[in-house]
């Protein structure tokens, strides 16, 4: 939800010379790019801070785990393998009110936590590994044809 926050402070900045129409054109073109890059269309990297949280992290008493929290829960040191929340980040930036912006966070969380409790449901680390690599492509299109729908109710209130 820090992120979302920070999205909607600089948003509400960023938005302030521009028309709602000219925010709304900017949300639909970026989301089309992206949605595009997601279903194989466009080919592009998704701007990322790909690096994994270093082993020293652990072994720092209270501020290791303080600073892999925030570093994981906030999106900002990960690997992405969806455009979609880059999506949703424009999408708050440019149109979304304090409580969207909040909701979007809440689901952004609850999207991180599947992805740890998947990890911790699976047998092993391996089942779970390979669940994400053969099962996320395969829903890669249902998620795609979700956040239409979303995006269509930001753009359209």
């Known amino acids: 939800m820090g992120t979302a926050f920070a999205f909607v402070v600089v ?16 949300v639909v073109v970026a989301a089309i790019v992206l949605l595009l890059q997601e279903v194989g269309v466009l ?30 829960g906030t999106g900002m040191r990960t690997y992405s393998p969806t455009a979609l929340p880059h999506i949703m980040a424009i999408s708050i930036v440019f149109l979304a009110s304090w409580q969207q912006a909040l909701l979007a966070g809440a689901g952004f969380a609850l999207g991180r ?27 890669r ?5 979700l956040v239409i729908p979303m995006l269509a109710l930001m753009v359209i209130t």
């Not at 948003?11 to 900017?26: D, K």
């Not at 082993?55 to 303080?66: L, N």
């Not at 409790?117 to 395969?138: G, I």
């Not at 299109?141 to 044809?145: A, G, K, M």
């Open 11 to 26: 948003g509400s900045l960023l938005r302030v010379p521009f028309p709602p129409a000219v925010a709304r054109v900017v």
């Open 43 to 72: 080919r592009f990297p998704i701007l990322q801070n790909a690096r994994l949280v270093p082993q020293f992290v652990t072994r720092i008493p209270f501020w290791g785990s303080v600073q892999f929290g925030m570093e994981m």
């Open 113 to 139: 936590a599947v992805m740890l409790l998947t990890f911790v449901a699976a047998r092993s680390k391996n089942s779970a590994d390979k669940a994400f690599y053969f099962e996320l492509p395969r829903l």
């Open 141 to 145: 299109p249902l998620f795609v044809v």
